[in-house]
T-cell receptor, first 110, second 110 residues
Framework: KQEVTQIPAALSVPEGENLVLNCSFT??????LQWFRQDPGKGLTSLLL?????REQTSGRLNASLDKSSGRSTLYIAASQPGDSATYLC?????????FGAGTRLTVKP | NAGVTQTPKFRVLKTGQSMTLLCAQD?????MYWYRQDPGMGLRLIHY???????AKGEVPDGYNVSRLKKQNFLLGLESAAPSQTSVYFC?????????FGPGTRLTVL
């Protein structure tokens, strides 16, 4: 059974700082990995999708990497802003069996 | 486009009552999903559908039933609600891999 872990559960940083969120998974036989953002009381918004054959994806200030052999993914956020404050979740698997981590709650202080 | 919508947004049930949650998407996606989100546990897949007229069990299907009579709609039913089903329920759709989520339904079972 695939287990997905995100550490830390919460992170607080000052505005402008670069930061890394971590995601680890137990079964390296994945189809893809996705990073989502969830604002309080809202649904999830997909940020980046990495297929199993890819090593990284970038969108604006966000960069996600994937290392299947070690069962790890990172989400790098450059020059953080207060508007980046949210919970970030990673999910691994395929469309028929996606397993989510519990998320990292990020607070960016002005 | 409205994307993925969910009805209702909030609901309170008594133990043993039944209800149906409605999910609708206007993106012509083949795949649709129902998840539940509980504190500290991330999202867990309840049921999913790979196309009109099809349904399949996810990680936590017990106590729930689903139907996909039309491509754009995916219904989640609780026949006899239990306090353990108190949760936030999210619907999502996808094609091919990126998942798009609805705003969620907060269900409390007393």
């Amino acid at each position: 059974k695939q287990e997905v872990t995100q550490i830390p559960a919460a992170l607080s940083v000052p505005e402008g700082e670069n930061l890394v969120l971590n995601c680890s998974f137990t079964d390296s036989a994945i189809y893809n990995l996705q990073w989502f953002r969830q604002d309080p009381g809202k649904g999830l918004t997909s940020l980046l999708l990495i297929q199993s054959s890819q090593r990284e994806q970038t969108s604006g200030r966000l960069n996600a990497s994937l290392d299947k052999s070690s069962g790890r993914s990172t989400l790098y956020i450059a020059a953080s802003q207060p508007g980046d404050s949210a919970t970030y979740l990673c999910a691994v698997g395929n469309n028929n069996d996606m397993r989510f981590g519990a998320g990292t709650r990020l607070t960016v202080k002005p | 486009n409205a994307g993925v919508t969910q009805t209702p947004k909030f609901r309170v049930l008594k133990t043993g009552q039944s209800m149906t949650l409605l999910c609708a998407q206007d993106m012509n996606h083949e795949y649709m999903y129902w998840y539940r989100q509980d504190p500290g546990m991330g999202l867990r897949l309840i049921h999913y559908s790979v196309g009109e007229g099809t349904t399949a069990k996810g990680e936590v299907p017990d106590g729930y039933n689903v139907s996909r009579l039309k491509k754009q709609n995916f219904l989640l039913g609780l026949e006899s609600a239990a306090p353990s089903q108190t949760s936030v329920y999210f619907c999502a759709s996808s094609y091919p891999d990126t998942q798009y989520f609805g705003p969620g339904t907060r269900l409390t079972v007393l």
